[in-house]
């Protein structure tokens, strides 16, 4: 989360982002956290939550030369994340939460797709993007799945999530 920093000092508590290679193509993915957590973090790690727009007009140019596919994994909820791709051009997706909505199509503002999908872990998309030779969105599809006892928590994720619940009953 790029706008989640340390009390102390302003230095980002985790990697804002991170850079992957999938399929011959680089994916840049880069998180925002919702500023009304602060004071959850605050309790929890001693971090607070930065603006998130200006924080992502700092990551967002240089991580755009850096890949292919610029993804936001962005926690402001549905209005934020459209006033976001209306400020913060180069972003390519923005998959949302906070929301709880299941979106069976993106909403595009400008060159920028919004999904998000659902609440609570019970459904996850799969979402394919074709692009022109200009990096334009030209077509899109989607899965949605609905997570049934067939697919197995990530142990890691889980252990996460029981820590989160015990400090916040």
Known sequence: S???????????VVAPYVVLE???ARLGILGLTDPKAEGVLRKADGATVLDPLPVARQYVPDLRGQVDVLIV????????????????????IIVGGTSYRVMR???????????????????????????????????????LITLTDDYVDDQEM?????????LFP
Do not use: C
């Open 2 to 12: 790029a706008n989640l920093v340390s009390i102390n000092d302003d230095r980002p």
């Open 158 to 166: 889980a252990a996460l999530v029981e820590k989160w619940k015990a």
């Open 22 to 24: 999938r399929g011959g």
């Open 105 to 143: 199509t993106p909403q595009r503002v400008a060159n920028t797709l919004i999904v998000q999908q659902g609440y609570r872990g019970e459904w996850m998309g799969r979402h394919r993007v074709s692009y022109d030779a200009q990096g334009l969105p030209i077509a899109f599809s989607e899965d």
């Open 73 to 92: 994994l962005s926690n402001l909820g549905l209005e934020e994340d459209i006033a976001l791709a209306e400020a913060v051009p180069g972003i390519d």
